[in-house]
T-cell receptor
């Protein structure tokens, strides 16, 4: 398995533009998580899905952020309109529900810069 | 609210020495703990985990110790190598099985040659 795949790896955009980040979880994983990482706030959970259904979106900063998971192999995180303070590294992670534990496998991240 | 935090933001060790990275947690209901390693430009990578019914678990060159009395978690790295240089995060969850993790703020480990 190639692991969690994210695209793009880097995104530079101007304030006010729409940004869409993409994630392909590991095949067979039941959970998908979106995180944001900044120097100031560390690693923050934005939202997570179980079997394609959003379970907890309490970490989503505001209405400008939205996330979807149309099927088990694809999820998007959209920011519209983007602002400079959204600049961060966004990680997607997936995990397999079961007695083995909560190990989450992280993708390489998308570095977003909003000018 | 409940939180997970680290005592030291930066730890410098000599190559070959042992490293100890500490983590305090406040949620008494925490049942499962994980240590992650994040190298520059990469996503966090699983190192080792431990359940609340254990107080020690060993892996390859790494040992995790859990003290539930004082809500303290530590990661010990034996014979630290340059490749161990990274940011280390502890994370916890109230239960096992794929639910969300709460991450600490991270400790930067620097290995000096």
């Amino acid at each position: 398995d190639a692991g969690v795949i994210q695209s793009p790896r880097h995104e530079v955009t101007e304030m006010g533009q729409e940004v869409t980040l993409r994630c392909k979880p590991i095949s067979g994983h039941d959970y998908l998580f979106w995180y944001r990482q900044t120097m100031m706030r560390g690693l923050e959970l934005l939202i997570y899905f179980n079997n394609n259904v959003p379970i907890d979106d309490s970490g989503m900063p505001e209405d400008r952020f939205s996330a979807k998971m149309p099927n088990a192999s694809f999820s998007t995180l959209k920011i519209q309109p983007s602002e400079p303070r959204d600049s961060a590294v966004y990680f997607c992670a997936s995990s397999l529900q079961g007695p083995g534990g909560n190990e989450q496998f992280f993708g390489p991240g998308t570095r977003l810069t909003v000018l | 609210g409940e939180s997970v935090g680290l005592h030291l933001p930066t730890l410098s060790v000599q190559e070959g020495d042992n490293s100890i990275i500490n983590c305090a947690y406040s949620n008494s209901a925490s049942d499962y703990f994980i240590w992650y390693k994040q190298e520059s430009g990469k996503g966090p990578q699983f190192i080792i985990d431990i359940r609340s019914n254990m107080d020690k678990r060993q892996g390859q060159r790494v040992t995790v110790l859990l003290n539930k009395t004082v809500k303290h978690l530590s990661l010990q790295i034996a014979a630290t190598q340059p490749g161990d240089s990274a940011v280390y995060f502890c994370a916890e969850t109230p239960q096992r099985g794929g639910n969300k993790l709460t991450f600490g703020t991270g400790t930067q480990l620097k290995v000096e040659l």
